[in-house]
């Protein structure tokens, strides 16, 4: 059964489509499929065209934290 899985994994590995150009994937540099499509995806996150969204809460919970780290009393 172990081996079932192993095989549907590599299977799965190897019909992997690149997220930028849809090419299959290189094994080397998965989930793209070359070292252009890899940049273009780092290239997206820097700039802010992909984000994480965050919630009101994490947000008040980064500012509790940047406050406890002064003298100041937070506001």
């Given at each position: 059964?172990?081996?079932a ?11 992997a ?59």
């Amino acid at each position: 059964m172990h081996d079932a899985k192993t095989s549907k994994e590599t299977t799965k590995r190897a019909t992997a489509k690149c997220p930028i150009c849809g090419k299959p994937a290189d094994a080397v540099l998965r989930p793209f499929c070359s070292k252009r499509c890899a940049d273009v995806d780092l290239h997206r996150w820097l700039s802010g065209i992909y984000v994480v969204p965050v919630t009101d809460d994490e947000e008040e919970d980064e500012r509790r934290e940047e406050s406890d780290g002064r003298d100041e009393p937070p506001q």
